[in-house]
């Protein structure tokens, strides 16, 4: 599955809305790891790094952020700044999260538990798997 913006049901109520995902609906795998990354320094960013195997949805809670996606060939750029939409992240797609907003909240779901040795944090070995990975399709 590609890279792709995922809309999630947004229940509309004069008490405020409300959205939800759940395993393999709107969310395209089983999640086995949820975390969040807040009070980021303005200036800072996240991230800076590609997974093995996992995949991943990114979803701005609060506030906005900028994801920043690698293919190894090109790159895209998405800002996130509303709670009902998601971004689907395949593996082997470096990654890096910029720009947060005053107080902005990233919400994150994986289908694996947190495992280093399934991180690339190397760009260059990066490149040269997806290179590699290319030349053998
Ligand atoms: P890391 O994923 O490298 O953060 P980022 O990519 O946003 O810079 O994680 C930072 C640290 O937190 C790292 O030492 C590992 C730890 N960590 C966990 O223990 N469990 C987790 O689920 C995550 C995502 C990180």
């Known amino acids: 599955m590609d890279i792709h ?14 959205s939800f995902f759940q ?3 709107q969310v395209p795998f089983e999640i ?8 980021v320094p303005g200036g800072e960013y996240r991230g800076g790094h590609a997974f093995k195997d996992q995949q991943e949805v990114i ?3 609060s506030g906005s952020f900028d994801v920043v996606l690698h293919d190894g060939i ?7 700044n509303r709670s009902y939409y998601g971004l689907y992240i395949p593996n082997k797609i470096w990654r890096s999260l910029e720009n947060f907003s005053t107080n902005s909240l990233a919400l994150i779901v994986s ?9 690339l944090r190397d760009f260059s070995l990066f490149q040269k798997i997806k290179n590699d ?3 053998t399709i």
Do not use: C, H
């Open 5 to 18: 913006i995922i809309n999630f049901p947004k229940i509309e109520d004069e008490r405020g809305n409300l």
């Open 23 to 25: 395993n393999n609906a």
């Open 32 to 39: 086995k790891r949820t975390y969040w990354i807040y009070d």
């Open 59 to 61: 979803v701005a809670l």
């Open 74 to 80: 090109k790159e895209q750029r998405f800002q996130l």
């Open 111 to 119: 289908d694996m538990n947190y495992i280093e040795s399934d991180y």
């Open 133 to 135: 990975e290319n030349s």
